[in-house]
Nanobody, 122 residues
């Protein structure tokens, strides 16, 4: 499975960005797609996840109410709509895929895309 993340950039605090993650290769309806982020000097932090088949979602408390994860099955793409961005949201954002079951830790995921930088300025 290959994952291609895009959509990062520089935005002012309070602004919005939408990240995309295109999946290719041998994907399955059992997959769970997740977004993680890593700020400088910090470990990977779970952001959000969505079940590929049913679309059940799970969010970190730090982004709940501001970020929305969604999917387009026809395009094999997962999105992360980020609103009301804060300076502390600055990080490299990674999309990931897990073969079975919802997960929210780094070790739960089997496949990783390259990161996309999100920088929120004051």
């Amino acid at each position: 499975v290959q994952l291609q993340a895009s959509g990062g950039g520089l935005v002012q605090a309070g602004g919005s960005l939408r990240l995309s993650c295109a999946a290719s290769g041998r994907t399955s309806s059992t997959y769970v797609m997740g977004w993680f982020r890593q700020a400088p000097g910090k470990e990977h932090e779970f952001v959000a996840a969505i079940g590929w088949k049913i679309g059940s979602t799970y969010y970190a408390d730090s982004v709940k109410g501001r970020f929305t994860i969604s999917k387009d099955n026809a395009k094999n793409t997962v999105y992360l709509q980020m609103n009301s961005l804060k300076i502390e949201d600055t990080a490299v954002y990674y999309c990931a895929a897990r073969r079975y079951g919802m997960g929210h830790s780094f070790a739960d995921y089997d496949y990783w895309g390259q990161g996309t930088q999100v920088t929120v300025s004051s």
